[in-house]
C-alpha cells in the first residue's frame, strides 16, 4: 500500500496519520497475534523470484537456433557420403555451443537470488511494547522496527524516532554521501527517493545513530521489491553478432540447396552418372555451410575474452562482447564510476582569502596554496584553527587498508576476485572523512590532537539545527568546536577570526561569507562552516543553544566527489570513437552538470533533465530529446530504464554502466550491461554482461577497442571462409555447364574444406587490429555482415579463386591424352591452386584495403596455420598411401608453376589495384549527435 484514504503518500503523514492508516501503536507496535495474522494474509517479506525455465528445457533451448539446425543437415549430409569424422566433427561443435549457452544462461538467472542477498537476516521490532529479534521475513506493514548503526533497514518504513540517524542509500538511489533522516512530514506530493528523508528503505545501510520506524510495505511491494520485479519483466535482446549469424545461415543454406540442385542437373544433362553428381552436389552443400563457424566465432570471443581481461575487463557473456563495436551510447553512473565515491575537501575560505587544497580520495597527501603560493598552517592561525575544528570535531576514522575495518565485499565469482586494496579508508561518515584527511594534509592527526584537547562533551548533529559541537579541553582551558551549514552557523557568530584576529562579525563581513558559500555552492561544492568559542571557567554549558552562542566564525571548506584522474581522456576517446557519453545520477543537477562540465561530457547546447522532469514527460516527448540530454540527474530507477529503452528506440546500440542496485534493471536492459567490480553490488554484476574488475571508466575504452577487434576479425574469416568456398562452389558450376568432367572429387572438395577453412580461419580471429580502428565511428547495430563491401570482396575474390581454378584444371586437361591418368592429373592441378589460392587469400583478409596494408609476418599464428595446411596439402599429393584415397598423383616443375601462377593472380591483382587507387576507403562522416544515423562512417 503507498496511499491512504486521503491519497496522502506515507512521507506525508504525521505520526498519528501514519499510525491510524497502519492500524498499529506507535509507541508498543503490534501485538504477535496481530502480526502472525497479517503475515498470513500479506505473505512474507521476501522478494519472490518467478518460476523460470528448468534447466533441461534451458539446455534444449539452445539448439533452436536457425545456425543450429544448418550444422544439423550438414551432419546428415556428411552421415550419407560415409565421412563419419566429419559428422562427428559437426556434432562436437553443436554440443560444445550449446552446452556454452546454457551455462551463460543459466548464470545470468543468479541476479535475482544476489538481490535477495541484501535484505536484513534478522530485525529488532517492538511487538506488544516488548523488543524482540525475529527473522526479517516475518515483518508485517505495521511492525515497529528498531534500527542502529551497522544495521540493514529490513523493510521499507516510515521513521518515528532518530537519534543522528544517517543511511547510505547510494545502492538505491546513487546519492554520494549519507542521507541524514528526519521524522517530521513531509508536505511536497511527488518527491524523489533521495528527497524523502523521513522513509527508509529494504537493503540500504544505517551508518550512524539509533532510529524507530513503522513498516509501511514488505516483500516485492518495497522498493527493492519493484527493482526485482523490473529485473525479471526485461527483456535481454539478441546482440547484433546473434542477428547477423542468424541472417547469415539462412543465406548460406538457401545458397547451399540452389546451387546444389543446379549442379546436381547440370551434371546429369550433360551426361553424368546421376549417383556421382549427387555426391559431388551434397559435397558442395558441406562445403557452402562452413560448420566451423559457430566453433570459429566461439573461439575468437573467447581469445578476445582473455585479452580483456588482462585489461581488467571481465565479460560474463560471450556474444555481447562484440556489442561493444558498434556502442554508440554509453550511460554512465556518476558515484564510483565517473567519480572516486570519495568526498574531497578542494577549497577553503578563510578571512576573505581562496585557498586551493590539492590531492584526491582518502590519501592524506596535498598542498594547500592562496594565489599559486604554498601555506602552511604553523604560520596561519585561521587555517589552523580551521583544521583543529575538522579533525576533532569529527567521529569518523581515517586508517591506512585492513585497519579501517570495513567489511570485505562478497565475491561473486572466482574469476572477478580482486586482492584489496590497501589505500586509505574512512570508517564512518565521508563528509567527516574528507575533514580528517584535510587536517592530515596541513600536519595535524586526529590521534596527536586528542593528546592535547580531551572531549569532555558532545552535541551530535541534528537536521533541523544542521550543525555538531564537542566541547574540549586543554591546559588553557576549555572549547567549544562547531561545524555546520553555513547559513545557518553564521546566526549563531558574533565575531570572525579575519587576518589572523579576532574582530566583531559586521553585517558587511556576514554577507562576505555568505557570499562565499553562494560561489562554492554554484560549483556543487558541498559547503561547511567553522566556528569556535573559548569557555569561560564557570559555563557549563547544558544544552547546544546555551553552548553554541556568540562563536568565532572560522571559514568554510568546500568538498566535493572528485572524478577519477583517467576519465577525462577516456571521455575525449569515446568521442573520437563516436560515442557519446550520458552521465545518469541521483545527485542534484547543480552537482551532476558540474561535475559534467569538468571531464568533458556536457557539450555546447547539451542539456540537463531533472527526475522530476522526466516524470513528467511522455516515452514519445523523452525521444525527442534523448539526443540532446548529456545529463540527468536526481532520477529513479525506473527513470534510468526509461532513459536506455529510449535511446535505443532512437535507434542507438547503448552501455550502461552502473554499481548500485539501482542501476541493475537498466544494466540488464541495455545492449551491454557494465558493472563495477570493486564497489559494484552482487545484484549488478549478475545481471549485466561485462564487469570492470578496476572500476575504472577508462577500462570501457580498451573494451569498446576489444570488442571491435574481435567484431572485424570476425568479418576477417567470414570473408575467408565465403570467398573460398564460393570459388570451390565455382569452378564445380561453371565446368558442369560446360560440359567438363568435374574438376574435383568429392572427397577433395571435403578436404579443402576441413583443412583451408580450419586452422588459418582460426588464425584470422587473433589478429590484431588496424591502427585506426579507433578513430572509426560505431558502425550501425542493424548494419548486414556484408557491409561495408564485404559481400563484393567475398564475390570478386570468389570469382577469381573459381576461374583461376578451373582455368588451371582446363590448361592441364587440354595438355593431356585425354584418358583417366590425365583427369586425374588434372584434378589434382585443379585441387592445388585451389588450396593455394585460399592459402595466399588468408593474408589480404587481414585487410580491409589490400595484402599489402598489412605486415605480412605480423600475425605470426597466421603464418603457423598456412605452413601446417601446405604440409597437409603436400602429404596427400606426395604420400603414396594417401594419393588413392584422395585421387592425387605427385606434381612436376611445370604444374607447380601453372599452380603458383594461377592461385596468385585472385589476390595479387586485386591488392595491385587497391594500391593503385581503385579501391581506398572513403572518409568517415563527421560525428554528429543529433540521430544515429549521422554517427556512421560512409561505406568504402
Same mark, same amino acid.
Given at each position: 500500500?503507498?496511499?491512504?484514504?486521503?491519497?496522502?503518500?506515507?512521507?506525508?503523514?504525521?505520526?498519528?496519520?501514519?499510525?491510524?492508516?497502519?492500524?498499529?501503536?506507535?509507541?508498543?507496535?503490534?501485538?504477535?497475534?496481530?502480526?502472525?495474522?497479517?503475515?498470513?494474509?500479506?505473505?512474507?517479506?521476501?522478494?519472490?523470484?518467478?518460476?523460470?525455465?528448468?534447466?533441461?528445457?534451458?539446455?534444449?533451448?539452445?539448439?533452436?537456433?536457425?545456425?543450429?539446425?544448418?550444422?544439423?543437415?550438414?551432419?546428415?549430409?556428411?552421415?550419407?557420403?560415409?565421412?563419419?569424422?566429419?559428422?562427428?566433427?559437426?556434432?562436437?561443435?553443436?554440443?560444445?555451443?550449446?552446452?556454452?549457452?546454457?551455462?551463460?544462461?543459466?548464470?545470468?538467472?543468479?541476479?535475482?537470488?544476489?538481490?535477495?542477498?541484501?535484505?536484513?537476516?534478522?530485525?529488532?521490532?517492538?511487538?506488544?511494547?516488548?523488543?524482540?529479534?525475529?527473522?526479517?521475513?516475518?515483518?508485517?506493514?505495521?511492525?515497529?522496527?528498531?534500527?542502529?548503526?551497522?544495521?540493514?533497514?529490513?523493510?521499507?518504513?516510515?521513521?518515528?524516532?532518530?537519534?543522528?540517524?544517517?543511511?547510505?542509500?547510494?545502492?538505491?538511489?546513487?546519492?554520494?554521501?549519507?542521507?541524514?533522516?528526519?521524522?517530521?512530514?513531509?508536505?511536497?506530493?511527488?518527491?524523489?527517493?533521495?528527497?524523502?528523508?523521513?522513509?527508509?528503505?529494504?537493503?540500504?545501510?544505517?551508518?550512524?545513530?539509533?532510529?524507530?520506524?513503522?513498516?509501511?510495505?514488505?516483500?516485492?511491494?518495497?522498493?527493492?521489491?519493484?527493482?526485482?520485479?523490473?529485473?525479471?519483466?526485461?527483456?535481454?535482446?539478441?546482440?547484433?553478432?546473434?542477428?547477423?549469424?542468424?541472417?547469415?545461415?539462412?543465406?548460406?543454406?538457401?545458397?547451399?540447396?540452389?546451387?546444389?540442385?543446379?549442379?546436381?542437373?547440370?551434371?546429369?544433362?550433360?551426361?553424368?552418372?546421376?549417383?556421382?553428381?549427387?555426391?559431388?552436389?551434397?559435397?558442395?552443400? *558441406?562445403?557452402?555451410?562452413?560448420?566451423?563457424?559457430?566453433?570459429?566465432?566461439?573461439?575468437?570471443?573467447?581469445?578476445?575474452?582473455?585479452?580483456?581481461?588482462?585489461?581488467?575487463?571481465?565479460?560474463?557473456?560471450?556474444?555481447? *562482447?562484440?556489442?561493444?563495436?558498434?556502442?554508440?551510447?554509453?550511460?554512465?553512473?556518476?558515484?564510483?564510476?565517473?567519480?572516486?565515491?570519495?568526498?574531497?575537501?578542494?577549497?577553503?575560505?578563510?578571512?576573505?582569502?581562496?585557498?586551493?587544497?590539492?590531492?584526491?580520495?582518502?590519501?592524506?597527501?596535498?598542498?594547500?596554496?592562496?594565489?599559486?603560493?604554498?601555506? !602552511?598552517?604553523?604560520?596561519?592561525?585561521?587555517?589552523?584553527?580551521?583544521?583543529?575544528?575538522?579533525?576533532?570535531?569529527?567521529?569518523?576514522?581515517?586508517?591506512?587498508?585492513?585497519?579501517?575495518?570495513?567489511?570485505?565485499?562478497?565475491?561473486?565469482?572466482?574469476?572477478?576476485?580482486?586482492?584489496?586494496?590497501?589505500?586509505?579508508?574512512?570508517?564512518?561518515?565521508?563528509?567527516?572523512?574528507?575533514?580528517?584527511?584535510?587536517?592530515?594534509?596541513?600536519?595535524?592527526?586526529?590521534?596527536?590532537?586528542?593528546?592535547?584537547?580531551?572531549?569532555?562533551?558532545?552535541?551530535?548533529?541534528?537536521?533541523?539545527?544542521?550543525?555538531?559541537?564537542?566541547?574540549?579541553?586543554?591546559?588553557?582551558?576549555?572549547?567549544?568546536?562547531?561545524?555546520?551549514?553555513?547559513?545557518?552557523? *553564521?546566526?549563531?557568530?558574533?565575531?570572525?577570526?579575519?587576518?589572523?584576529?579576532?574582530?566583531?562579525?559586521t553585517a558587511t563581513l556576514r554577507a562576505r561569507v555568505l557570499q562565499a558559500n553562494e560561489s562554492m555552492a554554484k560549483d556543487a561544492l558541498r559547503v561547511l562552516g567553522f566556528a569556535y568559542r573559548d569557555l569561560k571557567a564557570h559555563e557549563t554549558p547544558d544544552s547546544d543553544d546555551q553552548a553554541e552562542t556568540g562563536l568565532v566564525f572560522v571559514g568554510l571548506a568546500g568538498m566535493i566527489d572528485p572524478p577519477r584522474k583517467e576519465v577525462h581522456e577516456a571521455i575525449v576517446k569515446c568521442r573520437q570513437a563516436g560515442i557519446k557519453?550520458?552521465?545518469?545520477?541521483?545527485?542534484?543537477?547543480?552537482?551532476?552538470?558540474?561535475?559534467?562540465?569538468?571531464?568533458?561530457?556536457?557539450?555546447?547546447?547539451?542539456?540537463?533533465?531533472?527526475?522530476?522532469?522526466?516524470?513528467?514527460?511522455?516515452?514519445?516527448?523523452?525521444?525527442?530529446?534523448?539526443? =540532446?540530454?548529456?545529463?540527468?540527474?536526481?532520477?529513479?530507477?525506473?527513470?534510468?530504464?526509461?532513459?536506455?529503452?529510449?535511446?535505443?528506440?532512437?535507434?542507438?546500440?547503448?552501455?550502461?554502466?552502473?554499481?548500485?542496485?539501482?542501476?541493475?534493471?537498466?544494466?540488464?536492459?541495455?545492449?551491454?550491461? $557494465?558493472?563495477?567490480?570493486?564497489?559494484?553490488?552482487?545484484?549488478?554484476? !549478475?545481471?549485466?554482461?561485462?564487469?570492470?574488475?578496476?572500476?575504472?571508466?577508462?577500462?570501457?575504452?580498451?573494451?569498446?577497442? !576489444?570488442?571491435?577487434?574481435?567484431?572485424?576479425?570476425?568479418?576477417?574469416?567470414?570473408?575467408?571462409?565465403?570467398?573460398?568456398?564460393?570459388?570451390?562452389?565455382?569452378?564445380?558450376?561453371?565446368?558442369?555447364?560446360?560440359?567438363?568432367?568435374?574438376?574435383?572429387?568429392? $572427397?577433395? $572438395?571435403?578436404?579443402?574444406?576441413?583443412?583451408?577453412?580450419?586452422?588459418?580461419?582460426?588464425?584470422?580471429?587473433?589478429?590484431?587490429?588496424?591502427?585506426?580502428?579507433?578513430?572509426?565511428?560505431?558502425?550501425?547495430?542493424? =548494419?548486414?555482415?556484408?557491409?561495408?563491401?564485404?559481400?563484393?570482396?567475398?564475390?570478386?575474390?570468389?570469382?577469381?579463386?573459381?576461374?583461376?581454378?578451373?582455368?588451371?584444371?582446363?590448361?592441364?586437361?587440354?595438355?593431356?591424352?585425354?584418358?583417366?591418368?590425365?583427369?586425374?592429373?588434372?584434378?589434382?592441378?585443379?585441387?592445388?591452386?585451389?588450396?593455394?589460392?585460399?592459402?595466399?587469400?588468408?593474408?589480404?583478409?587481414?585487410?580491409?584495403?589490400?595484402?599489402?596494408?598489412?605486415?605480412?609476418?605480423?600475425?605470426?599464428?597466421?603464418?603457423?596455420?598456412?605452413?601446417?595446411?601446405?604440409?597437409?596439402?603436400?602429404?596427400?599429393?606426395?604420400? !603414396?598411401?594417401?594419393?588413392?584415397?584422395?585421387?592425387?598423383?605427385?606434381?612436376?616443375?611445370?604444374?607447380?608453376?601453372?599452380?603458383?601462377?594461377?592461385?596468385?593472380?585472385?589476390?595479387?591483382?586485386?591488392?595491385?589495384?587497391?594500391?593503385?587507387?581503385?579501391?581506398?576507403?572513403?572518409?568517415?562522416?563527421?560525428?554528429?549527435?543529433?540521430?544515429?544515423?549521422?554517427?556512421?562512417?560512409?561505406?568504402?
Amino acid at each position: 500500500m503507498n496511499v491512504n484514504v486521503d491519497g496522502k503518500t506515507w512521507h506525508q503523514l504525521d505520526e498519528t496519520g501514519l499510525a491510524e492508516t497502519l492500524g498499529t501503536d506507535p509507541r508498543a507496535g503490534l501485538t504477535p497475534e496481530e502480526a502472525a495474522r497479517r503475515l498470513q494474509q500479506i505473505g512474507a517479506n521476501e522478494l519472490q523470484e518467478r518460476r523460470g525455465e528448468s534447466p533441461l528445457k534451458l539446455l534444449l533451448h539452445q539448439f533452436k537456433d536457425f545456425m543450429v539446425l544448418v550444422l544439423v543437415g550438414a551432419v546428415v549430409i556428411s552421415g550419407l557420403l560415409g565421412e563419419m569424422l566429419d559428422a562427428l566433427t559437426i556434432v562436437a561443435i553443436i554440443l560444445i555451443n550449446g552446452i556454452l549457452g546454457f551455462f551463460q544462461e543459466f548464470r545470468a538467472e543468479r541476479s535475482l537470488r544476489a538481490l535477495k542477498e541484501l535484505s536484513a537476516p534478522t530485525a529488532k521490532v517492538i511487538r506488544g511494547g516488548e523488543l524482540m529479534t525475529v527473522p526479517a521475513r516475518t515483518l508485517v506493514p505495521g511492525d515497529l522496527v528498531v534500527m542502529e548503526s551497522g544495521d540493514r533497514v529490513p523493510a521499507d518504513l516510515r521513521l518515528i524516532d532518530c537519534q543522528q540517524f544517517a543511511v547510505d542509500e547510494s545502492a538505491l538511489t546513487g546519492e554520494s554521501v549519507p542521507v541524514v533522516k528526519l521524522t517530521a512530514a513531509i508536505t511536497a506530493a511527488e518527491l524523489p527517493l533521495g528527497d524523502r528523508k523521513n522513509c527508509g528503505y529494504l537493503g540500504t545501510m544505517v551508518t550512524r545513530g539509533t532510529a524507530k520506524g513503522l513498516v509501511t510495505v514488505t516483500g516485492m511491494a518495497t522498493e527493492m521489491g519493484k527493482i526485482a520485479d523490473l529485473i525479471q519483466r526485461t527483456e535481454e535482446a539478441d546482440t547484433p553478432l546473434q542477428h547477423r549469424l542468424e541472417q547469415l545461415g539462412k543465406i548460406l543454406i538457401a545458397v547451399a540447396i540452389l546451387l546444389t540442385v543446379m549442379v546436381v542437373v547440370a551434371g546429369v544433362l550433360h551426361g553424368q552418372p546421376l549417383y556421382g553428381m549427387f555426391l559431388a552436389g551434397v559435397s558442395l552443400a *558441406v562445403a557452402a555451410i562452413p560448420e566451423g563457424l559457430p566453433a570459429i566465432v566461439t573461439i575468437a570471443l573467447a581469445l578476445g575474452v582473455q585479452r580483456m581481461i588482462r585489461r581488467r575487463a571481465i565479460v560474463r557473456k560471450l556474444p555481447s *562482447v562484440e556489442t561493444l563495436g558498434c556502442a554508440s551510447v554509453i550511460c554512465s553512473d556518476k558515484t564510483g564510476t565517473l567519480t572516486q565515491n570519495q568526498m574531497t575537501v578542494t577549497r577553503l575560505w578563510l578571512g576573505g582569502r581562496r585557498i586551493d587544497v590539492s590531492g584526491e580520495g582518502y590519501e592524506p597527501t596535498g598542498q594547500l596554496k592562496h594565489d599559486g603560493k604554498s601555506i !602552511e598552517a604553523k604560520g596561519d592561525a585561521a587555517l589552523r584553527r580551521m583544521t583543529q575544528v575538522a579533525a576533532l570535531c569529527n567521529n569518523a576514522v581515517l586508517a591506512q587498508g585492513e585497519q579501517a575495518e570495513e567489511p570485505k565485499k562478497k565475491k561473486t565469482s572466482k574469476a572477478e576476485e580482486q586482492p584489496e586494496l590497501e589505500g586509505w579508508k574512512v570508517k564512518g561518515d565521508p563528509t567527516e572523512g574528507a575533514l580528517l584527511v584535510l587536517a592530515a594534509k596541513t600536519g595535524m592527526t586526529r590521534s596527536a590532537l586528542e593528546s592535547l584537547y580531551r572531549r569532555t562533551k558532545e552535541f551530535p548533529f541534528d537536521p533541523d539545527r544542521k550543525r555538531m559541537s564537542v566541547l574540549v579541553e586543554h591546559q588553557g582551558g576549555r572549547l567549544l568546536l562547531t561545524k555546520g551549514a553555513p547559513d545557518l552557523l *553564521v546566526e549563531r557568530c558574533a565575531y570572525v577570526l579575519w587576518d589572523d584576529q579576532v574582530m566583531p562579525f559586521t553585517a558587511t563581513l556576514r554577507a562576505r561569507v555568505l557570499q562565499a558559500n553562494e560561489s562554492m555552492a554554484k560549483d556543487a561544492l558541498r559547503v561547511l562552516g567553522f566556528a569556535y568559542r573559548d569557555l569561560k571557567a564557570h559555563e557549563t554549558p547544558d544544552s547546544d543553544d546555551q553552548a553554541e552562542t556568540g562563536l568565532v566564525f572560522v571559514g568554510l571548506a568546500g568538498m566535493i566527489d572528485p572524478p577519477r584522474k583517467e576519465v577525462h581522456e577516456a571521455i575525449v576517446k569515446c568521442r573520437q570513437a563516436g560515442i557519446k557519453t550520458v552521465m545518469i545520477t541521483g545527485d542534484h543537477g547543480l552537482t551532476a552538470e558540474a561535475i559534467a562540465r569538468g571531464i568533458g561530457i556536457m557539450q555546447r547546447g547539451g542539456r540537463v533533465v531533472t527526475g522530476s522532469e522526466l516524470s513528467s514527460m511522455s516515452d514519445a516527448d523523452l525521444d525527442r530529446i534523448a539526443d =540532446e540530454v548529456h545529463v540527468y540527474a536526481r532520477v529513479s530507477p525506473e527513470h534510468k530504464l526509461r532513459i536506455v529503452q529510449s535511446l535505443q528506440r532512437r535507434g542507438h546500440v547503448v552501455a550502461m554502466t552502473g554499481d548500485g542496485v539501482n542501476d541493475a534493471p537498466a544494466v540488464k536492459a541495455a545492449d551491454i550491461g $557494465i558493472a563495477m567490480g570493486i564497489t559494484g553490488t552482487d545484484v549488478t554484476k !549478475e545481471a549485466s554482461s561485462l564487469v570492470l574488475a578496476d572500476d575504472n571508466f577508462a577500462t570501457i575504452v580498451a573494451a569498446v577497442e !576489444e570488442g571491435r577487434g574481435i567484431y572485424e576479425n570476425i568479418r576477417k574469416f567470414i570473408r575467408y571462409l565465403l570467398a573460398s568456398n564460393v570459388g570451390e562452389i565455382l569452378t564445380m558450376f561453371i565446368a558442369m555447364m560446360m560440359g567438363l568432367p568435374l574438376p574435383l572429387v568429392p $572427397i577433395q $572438395i571435403l578436404w579443402v574444406n576441413l583443412v583451408t577453412d580450419g586452422l588459418p580461419a582460426m588464425a584470422l580471429g587473433v589478429d590484431q587490429a588496424e591502427s585506426d580502428l579507433m578513430r572509426q565511428k560505431p558502425r550501425p547495430a542493424k =548494419e548486414n555482415i556484408f557491409a561495408r563491401r564485404l559481400g563484393w570482396k567475398i564475390i570478386s575474390r570468389g570469382v577469381l579463386i573459381g576461374l583461376c581454378t578451373l582455368a588451371a584444371f582446363v590448361l592441364t586437361l587440354r595438355a593431356g591424352d585425354g584418358d583417366a591418368a590425365s583427369l586425374v592429373h588434372a584434378q589434382t592441378v585443379a585441387f592445388a591452386t585451389l588450396v593455394m589460392a585460399q592459402l595466399i587469400h588468408v593474408f589480404d583478409c587481414r585487410s580491409s584495403r589490400s595484402i599489402f596494408h598489412r605486415r605480412f609476418f605480423e600475425n605470426r599464428f597466421l603464418v603457423l596455420a598456412v605452413l601446417s595446411s601446405l604440409l597437409l596439402m603436400l602429404a596427400v599429393l606426395y604420400v !603414396e598411401a594417401l594419393q588413392p584415397v584422395f585421387k592425387t598423383v605427385p606434381l612436376g616443375f611445370r604444374d607447380w608453376a601453372l599452380v603458383i601462377v594461377a592461385s596468385g593472380i585472385p589476390t595479387f591483382f586485386m591488392g595491385i589495384g587497391s594500391v593503385l587507387g581503385t579501391s581506398k576507403p572513403k572518409k568517415g562522416r563527421k560525428i554528429s549527435y543529433g540521430g544515429p544515423s549521422k554517427a556512421y562512417p560512409a561505406s568504402r
